[in-house]
């Protein structure tokens, strides 16, 4: 009977075991800017993440999605995204599989103001069931149905809400989606940032006691102690609203921040950690609940990163980005401390993207794509990679802005009108 007992307990846990492999090696969908919780940090079993030997074949590629800086969400075996050509802007979704286009939805006039830097869309699309949620670079924020691309509601930041971005190259927030709610941020004297009903666009409330004006950073959502927030950069600084009603729990004012504050902020438990370029440098504050409300003390604030608009990655306790005037930098989490820096000729600033214990890196004057150890021990490099071809679409800066995203074994890169797939797996 012991025996017998010992064997059940045994193929039990090897059960367990088989059971928490697969799901550790389960392919993983890329629904909203930066992927699950909005990190930067994607994970797969079986990727090809050292291209010294080989490099990823590209499975296809598709030449309409227009002009704009969109980065693509991807849910099961399609992807959406946006962009823009011949004066009007448009949602599309593609089959993964063929990049075979689905549908297209127009969706209004393109951006102008800044023709010179490519029109159309910055922010990326979020897939929340069978909706998705986008905000066009003219501050329209629509939900259309993610089966067809049919039009549900839409939202003027402008004409609806006041709203006033820091600078004028339009707005670039990817909206997040919580419960009911959609988070975005119009900026402006009537409340930095809108909650609204995701079903029918309706306001639930504004974050009144909080007038800054709109930056280019997105939304992420953090909770302390039973306190449920969200976690903004604006044009003077950041800060948390109440999940609930919007009401300004704390708020951070940066002296030095302008032009343009760009990456979206990075949590980790109570902490959150903020940075931008044009000398904003980062700060690391900590979150502590008081009474109803919520604190915070700023750890560290330097210029050890300086981010433009790449955004970082935090893995295993390290922060990986471009910073301005260095190169690539692997910084503390915790104390801020360079680890150590790298100054590439070829890799001078671009997006980065943490895959599995590896640092995907993108140069933006090219699209020259490079691995490198996700390791506090120093620079490795695991091969690079260059973009197929580049647009033909002419803009004053000729930049690849579109951030890699990475998903069921896929990787997808940008730009403009073109958009690649390639076959990361072994």
């Known amino acids: 009977m012991k025996t017998k007992h010992n064997k059940t307990l045994l193929l039990f846990f090897l059960a367990v075991m088989m059971m928490g492999f697969a799901l550790e090696s389960a392919a993983q969908d890329w629904p909203v800017w930066r992927g699950v919780d909005r990190h930067g940090v ?106 067809d691309g049919k039009m549900l509601w839409q939202k003027d930041f402008i004409k609806d809400f006041g709203g006033k971005i820091m600078s004028g190259w339009g707005f670039s927030e990817s909206p997040l989606v919580d419960g009911n709610l959609v988070i975005c941020t119009p900026g402006g004297s009537g409340g930095t940032m809108v909650a609204l009903d995701k079903n029918s666009g309706e306001v639930v409330w504004r974050s009144t006691e909080w007038t800054d004006d709109a930056g280019y950073s997105s939304p992420i959502v953090v909770e302390v102690d039973g306190i449920r927030q969200y976690v903004q950069q604006s044009g003077k600084g950041f800060a948390g609203v109440a999940a609930k009603d919007g009401k300004l729990l704390w708020k951070i004012e940066v002296e030095i921040y302008r032009t343009a504050i760009i ?99 993108q140069n933006e004057r090219d699209g020259l794509i490079a691995l490198v150890a996700a390791s506090s021990d120093g620079w490795k490099e695991y091969g690079r990679m260059e973009f197929p071809e580049r647009t033909d679409i002419v803009t004053q800066d000729k930049m690849i802005w579109t951030h890699p995203v990475v998903s069921d074994g896929k990787l997808y890169l940008r730009d403009h009108n073109l958009l690649f797939c390639f076959d990361l797996k072994k």
Not at 47 to 63: A, G, V
Not at 90 to 95: G, M, N, R, S
Not at 331 to 344: H, L
């Open 42 to 147: 994607y994970h797969e079993a079986n990727l090809n993440l050292d291209w010294t030997t080989q490099k990823p074949p590209i499975l296809w590629t598709y030449r309409e999605a227009g002009s704009g800086y969109a980065s693509p969400a991807i849910v099961g075996t399609t992807l959406y995204c946006q962009g823009g050509s011949d004066g009007n802007d448009f949602a599309f979704a593609l089959d993964t599989k063929t990049g075979n286009l689905k549908w297209k939805q127009n969706l209004g006039p393109e951006h102008t103001a800044y023709q010179n830097r490519g029109n159309s869309a910055r922010g990326s699309i979020t897939v929340d069931g069978n909706k998705l949620y986008l905000i066009r670079a003219d501050g329209i924020i629509h939900c259309l149905a993610a089966a």
């Open 263 to 361: 990456p979206t902020p990075v949590p980790h438990g109570n902490l959150v950690y903020v940075t931008a370029g044009y000398n904003g440098g980062c700060h690391l504050v900590r979150l502590t609940k008081s009474g109803n409300g919520c604190n915070a003390e700023v750890v560290y604030a330097n210029k050890n990163m300086v981010n433009q608009h790449g955004g970082v990655s935090l893995l295993n306790g390290y922060v990986y980005g471009f910073t301005d005037g260095m190169g690539f930098v692997c910084q503390d989490f915790t104390t801020g401390e360079i680890a150590w820096r790298e100054r590439v000729p070829e890799l001078l600033k671009g997006a980065t993207l943490a895959v599995n214990d590896r640092i995907l890196l």
